[in-house]
């Protein structure tokens, strides 16, 4: 029965989605390497990346704060500040920020 419900979830999803492609997808479409995201700079044309990253591995693959900020080499409140700084620009329908998660989705979902 289970199997029933979940199935179909994720059927929408043409690839299989890796943290691994989620930075390397993110990391492109900003123009930049993804050694800037496992950084420790905090310049903001390297936060928002990390921190789209951050969201998308939330939003996508339900990893917790503990395992991205292993992934990442940050503590797990980085990770989940970032993702709900994130999740409040779309709350507030910041434009700039609903089109990076509109596009990047895309190119996630292979659209």
Do not use: W
Not at 14 to 41: C, W
């Amino acid at each position: 029965m289970i199997n029933y419900f979940v199935m179909p979830a994720l059927r929408k999803y043409k690839n299989e989605i890796k943290l691994d492609s989620i930075v390397e997808i993110v990391t492109k479409y900003f123009n930049t390497n993804p050694v800037t995201v496992f950084s420790q700079a905090r310049y903001k044309d390297m936060t928002t990346p990390r921190h789209l990253s951050y969201y998308f591995a939330i939003e996508f693959l339900n990893c917790t704060g503990i395992d991205l900020g292993k992934f990442f080499n940050r503590d797990r409140t980085t990770v989940i500040a970032g993702h709900k700084k994130i999740k409040n620009f779309l709350s507030i329908k910041d434009e700039l920020t609903v089109k990076y998660v509109a596009e990047i989705k895309q190119i996630l979902l292979g659209n």
